[in-house]
T-cell receptor, first 114, second 112 residues
Framework: SAVISQKPSRDICQRGTSLTIQCQVD?????MFWYRQQPGQSLTLIAT?????????ESGFVIDKFPISRPNLTFSTLTVSNMSPEDSSIYLC???????????FGPGTRLTVT | DAKTTQPPSMDCAEGRAANLPCNHS???????VYWYRQIHSQGPQYIIH???NNETNEMASLIITEDRKSSTLILPHATLRDTAVYYC?????????????FGQGTELSVKP
């Protein structure tokens, strides 16, 4: 199974600023995903980030607000731009094992916007 | 939108089997049934998945009805550490870009 780390693990930010979250995997993977989990809610898929192509965003999420980079097969970043208190959530990245179709999730980044 | 329906919460006595139901009446022929769980303050953890046959691994068993419109996840001997939110997800895997669409899940409480 893949081991995923995220940085930072948590942060408190002021409204109007931006935060970049890093996701590092210990093996090369094609598919990476970014999710948001608002307080007390389930996970919502933000976008799919495949290396060598533009990220594909789900309905309700746009690149200007959540720009994503995927420079190689082990790393991705998600930026939360121009933050507001409504962006306070846990942000998680995940990767898919191409052989088993299992997804492995990072520990999450807990973001609080004041 | 999620394509599954699960009870919002269930209780189970420690050491007993936990049977978590899931309805997925609109499942397509190429869609798998996946189960994940999320223990408080952690990322979701893969449990098991299947297409049409029943599956078993070291964590759980997955029973899928013959018409594939519903399934049951079985934790044979629940422990306190199994207290978590359990998500049933249908997905076509790589045929839909590997996306997982999470519903609200079932909050399982294992009690001593």
């Amino acid at each position: 199974s893949a081991v995923i780390s995220q940085k930072p693990s948590r942060d408190i930010c002021q409204r109007g600023t931006s935060l970049t979250i890093q996701c590092q995997v210990d093996s090369q993977v094609t598919m990476m995903f970014w999710y948001r989990q608002q307080p007390g809610q389930s996970l919502t898929l933000i976008a799919t980030a495949n290396q060598g192509s533009e990220a594909t965003y789900e309905s309700g999420f746009v690149i200007d607000k959540f720009p994503i980079s995927r420079p190689n097969l082990t790393f991705s970043t998600l930026t939360v731009s121009n933050m507001s208190p409504e962006d306070s959530s846990i942000y998680l990245c995940s990767v898919e094992d191409a052989l088993s179709y299992e997804q492995y999730f990072g520990p999450g980044t807990r973001l609080t916007v004041t | 939108d999620a394509k599954t329906t699960q009870p919002p919460s269930m209780d189970c006595a420690e050491g007993r089997a936990a049977n978590l139901p899931c309805n997925h009446s609109t499942i397509s022929g190429n869609e798998y049934v996946y189960w994940y769980r999320q223990i408080h303050s952690q990322g979701p953890q893969y449990i098991i998945h299947g297409l049409k046959n029943n599956e078993t691994n070291e964590m759980a068993s997955l029973i899928i009805t013959e018409d594939r419109k519903s399934s049951t996840l079985i934790l044979p001997h629940a422990t306190l550490r199994d207290t978590a939110v359990y998500y049933c997800i249908v997905s076509a895997g790589d045929n839909q870009g590997g996306k997982l669409i999470f519903g609200q899940g079932t909050e399982l409480s294992v009690k001593p």
